[in-house]
């Protein structure tokens, strides 16, 4: 079993358990699972791969997926920010698939580029 096949396996039952569903495109599945462990080997930990990552914990634990805002963002949207996680609903074809926006907020991503604003 690959490391992706593996993370699938283990999140799949966890998440599901939360409300939280792999988005049924596989085609879409595979390759975010693929980049979240390109993400755990470079950060040490699963960034989300649609967004900037500092590569400091402490600025990027918002975005370790799944992030801070999916649940909020799946509940309201049927999918997270990525469409990596979505509502049974979503899959199913009941709701309407549409843009998610950005939840995290502006100065988080600026800080993980290394502009931290004026002070």
Not at 30 to 42: A, G
Not at 73 to 90: I, T
């Amino acid at each position: 079993m690959s490391r992706v096949e593996d993370l699938y396996a283990k999140l799949k039952p966890l998440m599901e358990k939360k409300g939280l569903y792999f988005n049924k495109d596989q085609d879409m599945v595979w390759p975010l699972l693929e980049s979240l462990v390109v993400n755990k080997d470079r950060y040490g930990y699963t960034a989300c791969p649609c967004r900037l990552a500092s590569g400091e914990y402490e600025k990027d634990k918002d975005i370790i997926c799944p992030c801070v805002y999916a649940a909020q963002d799946v509940e309201e949207y049927g999918s997270c920010y990525c469409g990596l996680y979505v509502s049974k609903e979503w899959n199913e074809g009941s709701i309407a698939h549409v843009h998610v926006p950005e939840r995290r907020p502006p100065e988080k991503a600026m800080a993980a580029l290394g502009l931290e604003g004026p002070a």
